[in-house]
């Protein structure tokens, strides 16, 4: 009996090891596919030119292919988003982890998860059809398809994951933690803010890290209300993102041109891992501290 659940043991241990491997296999071939299609149109162009270059014309005659203006869009987007979605789903996640009733707990939870379940097209056509006018009516602009409509989109469709995870780490503290707090004469509001986010820290930081990447990725829903044209990014302006950039002109592009929107998707991809790694650095350190 003891050989057989040791047996079985074994077993389960083996298929996770071989999921996990799978998961890092699968990450691995991302990253080398990216590298060996992206690295020739860079060599070509010139790293410099390709990063820095405040053009991107891959139809003309004489095309040119510089992407800084979709390295900004997607920098200030995603930075705008973060700055309006992350403050609401925080406050959110501690609210219903902690003071909502239980019934309202429950209505909620699952109106975020339906907004999880939304598709990105969905998002779009909305803000559209609804965010877009309102946008160039209210501010008085030619067309309300700019960097804001995206930021506004994009906050919005943060919100799920940034609130789901909060939710689970903040439940996840020692009710022990809380309860000593109290003691001391703390009042409810000091004990989650002052004793159950900190503990909830790590957590919280990687539902930041989901809002960020879910961000950085999305292209439906942000070509539907950006405009995508590739111009220097400016807040009431068409603009187009690295991810559409890459959506819009797949489907025809060959040559040069497709060589480059793979390196632009892998400077995309540098960048996603970029911010895991720095993030990661922050919470090791802090806890060293």
């Not at 003691?183 to 909830?200: H, I, K, M, Q």
């Not at 879910?214 to 990014?233: F, H, T």
Request: charged share 10%; glycine share 8%; with cysteine.
């Amino acid at each position: 009996m003891k050989n057989k659940k040791r047996f079985i043991e074994d077993v389960v241990q083996g298929v996770f090891l071989v999921l996990g491997l799978v998961a890092v296999g699968c990450v691995l071939l991302i990253t080398v596919y990216l590298v060996v299609a992206g690295l020739p149109a860079i060599h070509e162009i010139g790293l410099i030119r390709f990063l820095f270059g405040k053009t991107w014309a891959s139809t003309a005659a004489e095309p040119s292919y510089g992407i800084l203006p979709f390295i900004l869009t997607s920098v200030y987007g995603t930075a705008g988003a973060v700055l309006l979605g992350v403050p609401i789903g925080f406050l959110t996640a501690v609210y219903l982890a902690k003071l909502a009733p239980p019934r309202l707990k429950a209505w909620m939870e699952s109106t975020v998860s339906l907004l999880a379940g939304i598709p990105s097209v969905v998002y779009g056509l909305v803000g559209m059809l609804v965010l877009v006018p309102a946008i160039r009516k209210g501010f008085h602009v030619p067309d309300g398809a700019s960097l804001l409509a995206a930021i506004i989109v994009l906050s919005v469709m943060i919100l799920p994951s940034i609130i789901k995870v909060a939710i689970t780490a903040l439940e996840a503290v020692p009710k022990e933690y809380e309860d000593a707090s109290l003691a001391l004469g703390a009042t409810p509001v000091e004990t989650y803010f002052r004793v159950s986010v900190p503990a909830a820290k790590s957590g919280i930081a990687a539902a930041v890290v989901l809002g960020v990447g879910r961000a950085l990725g999305e292209a439906m829903a942000v070509m539907m209300v950006s405009g995508n044209v590739p111009n220097m990014p400016a807040l009431f302006q068409s603009v187009r993102f690295l991810t559409t950039a890459v959506a819009s002109e797949m489907s025809y592009s060959g040559g040069l041109q497709r060589q480059a929107l793979f390196s632009i998707a892998l400077v995309l991809f540098l960048f996603i891992m970029l911010i895991n790694a720095t993030l990661n650095y922050f919470l090791k350190r802090g806890k060293e501290k």
